[in-house]
C-alpha cells in the first residue's frame, strides 16, 4: 500500500517570494508521483507529474518539483509566487499503470501581498 | 482538452432521501471513473473505482448499499448516496481518463451535499 505525507497544512508566503511544498511518500512497488491544485469549491487540475526519466519535472504556472528517490520525496517549487496562486495543493500517488490515486491531506498555500 | 463535468454542482436535500450525482466526460470515453470524497479541509478519499458494463469496486469502509454507482455507458458514470443523512454531507468528486491515449485524470468540479 502507499501512503503520502504532507507535514505543512499551511503555507503563508509573500507575493514574489519563492516557495516549497513538501511531500514525502511512502511504497513497496514503484509508483508515480503527481501534484494537483484545488480552487475553491473546484475539482482538481494536474500541476506536474512524475511517471520516469528526468528526476526534476516542470509543471504549469511556473511550478516544478523534484523527485528523490532515496528521499522518498516529490517537493513542489516555485520561485517566485502570484496572489493568484493561493489554493490547497495535493501531492498524490499511484502504482505504476493504475490510475488509482492516494492523496495527500494538502496543503493549503496562502499569498499575501 | 477533455473536461469531465459533474451535475449538479451543489444539492441540497432531507434526510431520509436519495440524491444521484453524475459524472460525464464530454469528448472522450472512459471505461473506469472514480468517485472521492472530501470532507471539509481535508483530503480527497476514493470511495470506489466505476468500470463500465460491471460492478463497481468499493474501497475498504464504503457502503454499496449505501453509495450506488452505475457506470452504464462509456461517458456516464453515477453515484446515488441513498437515504442520506447529515453525516453524508460532503463534497463529491469524480475523474476519468481517455482509455484511448495516456493523458492524465481529468477531474469533475465536484458536487457539494448537503443533507438537512
Known amino acids: 500500500a502507499q501512503s503520502v505525507t504532507q507535514l505543512d497544512s499551511q503555507v503563508p508566503v509573500f507575493e514574489e517570494a519563492p516557495v516549497e511544498l513538501r511531500c514525502n511518500y511512502s511504497s513497496s512497488v514503484s509508483v508515480y508521483l503527481f501534484w494537483y491544485v484545488q480552487y475553491p469549491n473546484q475539482g482538481l487540475q494536474l500541476l506536474l507529474k512524475?511517471?520516469?526519466?528526468?528526476?526534476l519535472v516542470k509543471g504549469i504556472n511556473g511550478f516544478e518539483a523534484e523527485f528523490n528517490k532515496s528521499q522518498t520525496s516529490f517537493h513542489l517549487r516555485k520561485p517566485s509566487v502570484h496572489i493568484s496562486d493561493t489554493a490547497e495543493y495535493f501531492c498524490?500517488?499511484?502504482?505504476?499503470?493504475?490510475?488509482?490515486?492516494?492523496f495527500g491531506t494538502g496543503t493549503r498555500l496562502q499569498v499575501f501581498p | 482538452g477533455a473536461v469531465v463535468s459533474q451535475h449538479p454542482s451543489r444539492v441540497i436535500c432531507k434526510s431520509g432521501t436519495s440524491v444521484k450525482i453524475e459524472c460525464r466526460s464530454l469528448?472522450?470515453?472512459?471505461?473506469?471513473m472514480f468517485w472521492y470524497r472530501q470532507f471539509p479541509k481535508q483530503s480527497l478519499m476514493l470511495m470506489a473505482t466505476?468500470?463500465?458494463?460491471?460492478?463497481?469496486?468499493?474501497e475498504q469502509g464504503v457502503e454499496k448499499d449505501k453509495f450506488l454507482i452505475n457506470h452504464a455507458s462509456l461517458t456516464l458514470s453515477t453515484l446515488t448516496v441513498t437515504s442520506a443523512h447529515p453525516e453524508d454531507s460532503s463534497f463529491y468528486i469524480c475523474?476519468?481518463?481517455?482509455?484511448?491515449?495516456?493523458?492524465?485524470?481529468?477531474f469533475g468540479n465536484g458536487t457539494r451535499l448537503t443533507v438537512t
Open positions: 512524475y511517471l520516469s526519466g528526468s528526476t
Open positions: 466505476s468500470n463500465e458494463g460491471s460492478k463497481a469496486t468499493y
Open positions: 498524490a500517488v499511484s502504482e505504476r499503470n493504475t490510475d488509482k490515486l492516494i
Open positions: 475523474s476519468a481518463r481517455d482509455r484511448l491515449s495516456l493523458s492524465p485524470l481529468h
Open positions: 469528448d472522450f470515453q472512459a471505461t473506469t
